[in-house]
């Protein structure tokens, strides 16, 4: 007991819970604006690879870190355009294309690193995203490090999960996607384009998942390691559902997580070899599941979500 | 303006022409990779053929691939059918093989008779039980099943290493995380001298004719059929959905575990960690291939093993990454799904 209160109570503890969250915030805010619209995009494990590795690749061949973040934001982007174009128009399975554009995105992934570095052994690593120091605030006791010791890179995740709240919430356009992804054909009437309101946001969120890659290579490991997402994206859709699709609740879901997986990490270092370290290495994803049968019976799905929208058709 | 226009039938002249273009058109995208990558692409993709086929032992080899790839495949294809997106076929190989290592490498003694059927049995059952969580979930409680499952293979990969390095280690492993190997009496024989071609091949050609029986001629195959097409419309007209979703869903399980039983007692004759090389996925691009076929599902999985085998000798000649063969079948399964279009609708562009 006095171990779990020893983790509880350190700095360092939440700090890490705050950066474990970081990549679960982009994808899971990423998931969300799909999902809002109607798609569920499960190409999300694929552009997490993607964003990390070319968020990586374009900071490795001299680009600067920022420039690396757009680089990978594009990319998303690209891949969620090939899904959107799959699914919205052509209105295909999001359950089949979703795996499709994984398997696509991480094959071409793998493919393009090994081509651009034929040789190494061991993953090169990059120059990555320091801790910014706010003034005054990081100097806090506690609070300080755990929520001001973070790289721009957290910074920048919440800002869009503010963006993102007020755009859906409080302007016409999200009103638009929020309607697409209930009542398709009321949006037709009201003289909104559906498909490209449905292609933009697949778009936009896609590009956002991949900065979570982004994050695991540009400020968490400096340095791409194949199958390095690890079912992030995943957990990231478990997580959307858990969220009952409200920005605040996945903020704080993705938070939850991060803090769980952080305090697994800590207590398996505490119980040292007692029990197997893959009892808590698969404790994230049995939350997971578990997360998901909970809010199950009361979930609140966009009723179009997955039903593809064909004009003439019903 | 693209429109769509049912087809009251396409023929299967149409349907096998459309599946083909777009497996040309996968090979086709994969040359531009492949050109970037600054390899000759006209001889690769002769190097790949060459590779896939060209020899006794290169069929073989491909066969061999196709092998687990047939049963994951078919695997996803029945559960599909039904719509029950059964993405976990890696984990439940997993699991299949877990049981078969359990019981096939000394826990029971006897002849080829018995023990060879007692591993299959036992890695069938404990992929189906696998399978039977995600879809009691998913009828139930309407939980996702495809996000179950594909998180459930992260579980089941954790629990085969912990079992590797507990229960299950081989003590005279010399400290690698291996089983105990699979007695010879429980293993499935060689079916061509000198190569690894093995029983397994077999047993995936006699599951996909009796897949094929099942779903054309049985009640259940009715059943699986008529909830894939509509689920209300099933309920309705008095099918039981619980049962034939726990069905199918015990079928695609159960042909997935079979494909780890396979694999270690057939191939590797032990577990390791790194059994599979994403035979579950490849599964799923095997079945969309073949159009959710059963008896397609062997022409598609020796089609994708083939890619494989083939990029592998490829990439040791021309000196490019073998993950251009994950690539070209990503794009195969992108192009299948855009064609079943073609196949599904008059497509009109006005």
């Known amino acids: 007991m006095d171990a779990v209160l020893d983790i509880l109570l350190s700095a360092s503890f939440w700090a890490a819970a705050v950066r474990i969250a970081t990549p679960l915030m982009f994808g899971v805010l990423g998931a969300l604006i799909c999902e809002r619209a109607g798609v569920l995009n499960l190409g999300i494990e694929g552009i997490f690879t993607a964003g990390a590795m070319a968020g990586w690749l374009a900071v490795y061949l001299g680009l600067d870190l920022w420039s690396g973040v757009l680089v990978a934001a594009a990319v998303g982007a690209s891949l969620g355009l090939v899904l959107a174009l799959l699914t919205v128009p052509l209105g295909l399975s999001q359950h089949v294309t979703g795996i499709g554009v994984t398997l696509l995105a991480t094959s071409l992934s793998y493919f393009v690193y090994r081509v651009a570095l034929p040789n190494v052994s061991s993953p090169p690593r990059i120059q990555p995203f320091a801790p910014v120091a706010v003034p005054g605030l990081s100097d806090l006791p506690f609070i300080g490090p755990a929520l001001f010791g973070q790289t721009p890179l957290t910074f920048l995740a919440l800002a869009l999960f503010a963006v993102a709240a007020f755009v859906l919430h409080r302007t016409p356009l999200g009103l638009g996607l929020r309607a697409v992804g209930e009542n398709p054909a009321a949006v037709e009437s009201a003289g909104l384009d559906v498909h490209g309101l449905r292609i933009g946001a697949v778009v936009v969120g896609s590009a956002v998942m991949a900065l979570g890659g982004a994050f695991l290579t540009m400020a968490a490991f400096n340095a791409f390691f194949f199958e390095m997402t690890g079912g992030r994206g995943w957990i990231c859709i478990a997580l959307t559902v858990f969220a009952s699709w409200r920005p605040g609740k996945a903020l704080l879901g993705a938070l939850l997580f991060g803090a769980f997986d952080a305090f697994q990490l800590r207590l398996q270092h505490a119980v040292g070899g007692a029990v197997p370290s893959q009892v808590f290495l698969m404790l994230p994803y049995l939350l997971s599941i578990a997360a998901l049968c909970t809010v199950a019976r009361r979930a609140d799905y966009p009723k179009a979500l997955m039903v593809p929208y064909l004009k003439g058709q019903r | ?350």
């Open chain 2, 1 to 350: 303006m693209i429109r769509f226009e049912p087809r009251a039938r396409a023929s299967l002249a149409l349907i096998v022409g459309a599946r083909l273009a777009a497996l040309a058109t996968a090979f086709a995208l994969a040359a531009i990779p492949l050109a970037a990558a600054g390899a000759p692409v006209g001889r690769s993709f002769w190097l790949m053929l060459q590779g896939a086929g060209g020899t006794l032992f290169a069929l073989t080899e491909t066969l061999t691939r196709a092998t687990p790839l047939i049963l994951t495949g078919l695997a996803a294809a029945v559960a599909f059918r039904a719509r029950l997106f059964n993405i976990g076929a890696e984990g439940q190989l997993y699991a299949g093989a877990m049981a078969a290592v359990a019981v096939g490498s000394g826990a029971v003694s006897g002849g080829p008779l018995l023990l060879v059927p007692l591993v299959l049995l036992a890695a069938a059952l404990a992929g189906a039980a696998l399978m039977l969580v995600p879809t009691v979930l998913k009828v139930r409680l309407g939980v996702d099943e495809v996000v179950t499952t594909l998180l459930l293979n992260f579980v089941v990969l954790l629990v085969a290493q912990m079992m590797l390095e507990g229960p299950l280690k081989d003590p005279m492993g010399g400290g690698w995380p291996q089983s105990e190997p699979i007695l010879d009496q429980a293993m499935l024989p060689p079916i061509v001298e000198r190569m690894r071609l093995h029983g397994g091949f077999l047993l995936g050609l006699l599951a996909c004719v009796v897949a094929h029986v099942l779903m054309t001629r049985s009640v259940l195959g009715l059943r699986i059929r008529a909830v894939g097409e509509n689920a209300t419309a099933a309920a309705y007209a008095g099918i039981p959905i619980l049962p034939t979703m726990l069905a199918v869903g015990a079928l695609s399980g159960g042909l997935a575990g079979l494909a780890g039983a396979s694999e270690v007692a057939g191939l590797k004759g032990y577990l390791t960690a790194d059994l599979s090389r994403g035979f579950g996925y490849a599964g799923i691009v095997v079945a969309m291939v073949a159009g959710l076929q059963p008896l397609a599902v062997v022409p598609a999985a020796i089609l994708v093993a083939g890619v494989f085998v083939g990029a592998d000798t490829m990439s040791r000649t021309v000196g490019v990454s073998n993950y251009i063969a994950d690539l070209i079948v990503a794009l195969a399964l992108v192009c299948v799904l855009v064609s079943g279009l073609f196949v599904r609708f008059r497509v009109r562009i006005a």
